[in-house]
């Protein structure tokens, strides 16, 4: 099959890892794929073209709705199969264009559209307008949870048949994870970052915005001097980075993006997010997939994560005291957070690898 993927974005987060993973072991099984880029973030194009994967990337659209953008993916994208979009903004002009193939008898591929989070329904005024009009013209909508889905389902109105729920999938690890590894890669990641390798170092890892609330992480550790915390990720919000900057000492370091996400995850003692929104947390999976203990925020997001077993554990959201009286029961009882976190990385392998992701998706395309 050709299958072209279609994003708005292209730049360092969730949602491009899994378009990653999700159309590189699609074409290592024999898939014709490529991926399409509009807007002007465009900061993993080279990555993306360096693992092997065709990048499409047209003019950047203009301001507001783009109607030369309309003809653009006229003339780039309907000789596909499967033209498969990922969150709002590609479906506002991908929906309309089947629309009119269709009702001008021509052929089409088949429109699969992917809604990984919801965040613009409370942040866009009109996000949940354009949800009720376009989300009507796929053929079939995804949702990364459950909470997704039955938005569709409940404040969409849309025809069961019309929606499935696919989790998010991760890269897994082979092999085992043994004292040695994690104790060498504590200490390359300590000597990396100027740490001490005999103190417990906690990770968090997302793109640095309100909505992620590292500030929250940076407040709350601060009561724990013992502990060293390191934010890894890119800057979404300049302003809000900064002030995150004036809350760095000695045991918290904010160290911008990295690529080496499982030695990151290997090194750390303990994975944590504040986080006030999420589909399916990628970076969680990424962190329990390599049996890092996980410490995370009770939100819709983060609790589908409890439905096959209680293998992290959350904290009320918001809420300082939960958090470190969450966080010092963990190293408290540091063999049970180890065997809860091993038994994480099987939960990870068994729901939520991109494997089962990809296999879900193929059945959808070819359904």
């Known amino acids: 099959m050709k299958i072209i993927h279609v994003t708005q974005f292209l730049g360092v987060g969730g949602l491009e890892k899994i378009i990653y993973h999700l159309a590189l072991e699609q074409q290592k099984r024999g898939h014709n794929i490529a991926v399409y880029i509009y807007d002007y973030d465009r900061s993993w194009v080279d990555f993306f073209r360096s693992s092997g994967l065709t990048v499409i990337t047209p003019k950047i659209k203009k301001l ?44 089409r591929p088949k429109l699969i559209h992917t809604t990984h989070g919801l965040e613009h329904i409370d942040n866009y005024p009109r996000g949940k307008l354009y949800q009720r009009i376009f989300s009507r013209l796929a053929d079939k909508m995804i949702g990364v949870s459950e909470t997704i889905g039955n938005f569709y389902l409940e404040d969409i109105k849309l025809s069961a048949k019309n929606v499935m729920v696919i989790p998010n999938g991760v890269s897994t690890f082979n092999g085992s994870i043994d004292q040695k590894i994690r104790k060498e890669k ?10 001490d390798s005999n103190r417990p170092i906690i990770l968090s890892l997302s793109r640095v915005v309100p909505l992620k609330d590292q500030r929250f992480l940076m407040t ?67 962190a329990m997939a390599v049996e890092n203990p996980c410490l995370i925020s009770e939100i819709p997001g983060h609790m589908t994560l409890l439905k096959h077993g209680s293998f992290v554990e959350t904290f009320k959201l918001g809420d300082i005291e939960d958090f470190l009286k969450k966080f010092d029961l963990m190293f408290k009882n540091i063999e049970d957070t180890k065997t809860r976190a091993k038994k994480s990385r099987v939960l990870v392998e068994e729901y939520y690898s991109v494997k089962k992701m990809v296999n879900n998706y193929l059945q959808v395309y070819e359904s």
């Open 186 to 195: 504590k200490s390359w990641l300590a000597q990396r970052h100027g740490l």
């Open 64 to 107: 507001g709705y783009d109607y030369s953008l309309l003809k653009a993916m006229n003339h780039d994208l309907f000789s596909a199969d499967i033209i498969h979009s990922h969150d709002l903004n590609p479906l506002l002009y991908l929906g309309p264009l089947s629309l009119w193939k269709k009702l001008t008898f021509q052929k």
């Open 220 to 286: 709350a550790l601060k009561h724990r001097p013992d502990y060293q915390l390191i934010i890894v990720g890119p800057s979404g919000d300049h302003d809000y980075y900064n002030e995150l900057k004036n809350l760095e000492d000695k045991n918290i370091k904010l160290i911008g993006s990295q690529e080496l996400v499982l030695e990151y995850n290997m090194g750390s003692d303990m994975y944590v997010s504040a986080s006030t929104h999420e589909g399916i947390p990628v970076a969680v999976l990424e």
